[in-house]
């Protein structure tokens, strides 16, 4: 069964702090991985994409990172900000027919003063 | 562009009453989704649109129905509302629902209670 999971579920840290966000996934055959990121009360909006063949890309201080042959990603927070303050979901895309996303449930991060 | 955007932001229903959610895109997508999202449960798929002419169902699409209205309106219709059906409604488009271009924009969401 294709699944994502994610770790921790939530996490709090200090302003200026480093963070890493985990992703597992058992998608199968795999397309692409992306990161949102959902503030509260908003629609989720794209960090990365990554795509088979790519070990890491970076989005400001967002570097998302992909092991396909362990079927991981991290998603690595530099120097948090306040407004880092939100959800984080990992999603999966499969090849097949139809629609083939797979969402992880989120890891919730609060940065705080 | 305004992108996604959805009617209403906020409903309040009465068991067994029924409505539409409205959802629009100026990207020129062709395909839409609809998905709720419930505390603890991250987002589930309710029905999604190909491309226009198109809907299938997706993970959770019992009490629901939705109608490519155009390439652009894709809307949600909740024929008898539920208390199990309270929740966070968010509306999606994409350039395909496949590859490299399935990237989604989501709108702001409309929260449903009902009672």
């Known amino acids: 069964k294709n699944q994502v999971e994610q770790s921790p579920q939530s996490l709090i840290i200090l302003e200026g702090k480093n963070c890493t966000l985990q992703?597992?996934?058992?998608?199968?055959?795999?397309?692409?991985l992306r990161w949102y990121k959902q503030d509260t009360g908003r629609g989720p909006v794209s960090l990365t994409i990554m795509t088979f063949s790519e070990n890491t890309k970076s989005n400001g201080r967002y570097t998302a990172t992909l092991d396909a042959d362990t079927k991981q990603s991290s998603l690595h927070i530099t120097a948090s900000q306040l407004s880092d303050s939100a959800s984080y979901i990992c999603v999966v895309s499969a090849y097949q027919a139809g629609t083939a996303l797979i969402f992880g449930k989120g890891t919730t991060l609060s940065v705080s003063s | 562009n305004a992108g996604v955007t959805q009617t209403p932001k906020f409903q309040v229903l009465k068991t067994g009453q029924s409505m539409t959610l409205q959802c629009a895109q100026d990207?020129?997508?062709?395909?839409m989704y609809w998905y709720r999202q419930d505390p603890g449960m991250g987002l589930r798929l309710i029905y999604y649109s190909a491309s226009e002419g198109t809907t299938d169902k997706g993970e959770v699409p019992n009490g629901y129905n939705v109608s490519r209205l155009n390439k652009r309106e894709f809307s949600l219709r909740l024929e008898s509302a539920a208390p199990s059906q309270t929740s966070v409604y968010f509306c999606?488009?994409?350039?395909?629902?496949?590859?490299?271009?399935?990237?989604?924009?989501f709108g702001p969401g409309t929260r449903l209670t009902v009672l």
């Open positions: 990207m020129n997508h062709n395909s």
């Open positions: 999606a488009s994409s350039i395909s629902i496949a590859g490299g271009n399935n990237e989604q924009f």
């Open positions: 992703c597992n996934y058992t998608v199968s055959p795999f397309s692409n």
